[in-house]
């Protein structure tokens, strides 16, 4: 099967491209991360360690795991007002693979053909697939394996059409 590339936008994509979210020194995207040693820095400079994991389940199934990352000395920071809003010293939630799949989606979106991609999606299927959602409560194929999943959803885009036609006749 030929391997497909992925030019879908993620949640927080056109808010990452703006002035104020970029120049956020407190907001944990902008916050160096030493790869190496597994450590992020603050805005004032101080190692966040790893404290500990989570795993969080998605209504569809999915298990993301979360590291903790935490700072050490908060108390007496003067940039602690900006920077925190608990008593405690600051903690981030970082997922490691959603990053590296933005950092992925991102390299591709800014590409030219993801140039290209963005412009044509919110004009041909996006329309589509809010209805299969919203309107017909449809998230997720019913049937597993890719010959069937095909086939789940040419079921679907036959019976859509046909609400449609039937739509214009009347």
């Known amino acids: 099967m030929e391997e497909m590339m992925g030019y879908v936008k993620y949640n927080w ?6 002035k104020p979210f970029k120049e956020d020194a407190f907001n944990q995207a902008n916050f160096y991360y030493n790869r190496d040693d597994d450590y992020y820095v603050c805005p004032m400079g101080q190692h966040m ?6 795993q969080t389940k998605s209504d569809s199934g999915y298990v993301s ?3 903790l990352y935490r700072a050490q000395r908060c108390d007496g920071c003067p940039l ?21 799949y933005k950092k992925e989606a991102f390299l591709l979106l800014t590409s030219e053909e993801g140039l290209k991609h963005r412009s044509q999606r919110p004009i041909e299927p996006e ?7 919203a309107d017909m409560h449809y998230k997720r194929f019913r049937h597993f394996g890719m010959d069937k999943v095909y086939m789940d ?3 679907f885009g036959m019976g859509f059409n046909l609400k449609k036609y039937l739509g214009i006749k009347r």
């Open 80 to 100: 602690g007002s900006l920077c925190k809003k608990s008593k405690g010293n600051r903690t981030i939630y970082v997922n490691h693979k959603l990053n590296a």
């Open 153 to 155: 959803l040419g079921l």
């Open 127 to 133: 329309a589509v697939f809010g209805q299969m959602k």
């Open 49 to 54: 360690e790893p404290c500990g994991q989570r």
């Open 13 to 18: 994509f056109h808010k990452e491209q703006h």
């Open 65 to 67: 795991v979360i590291t």
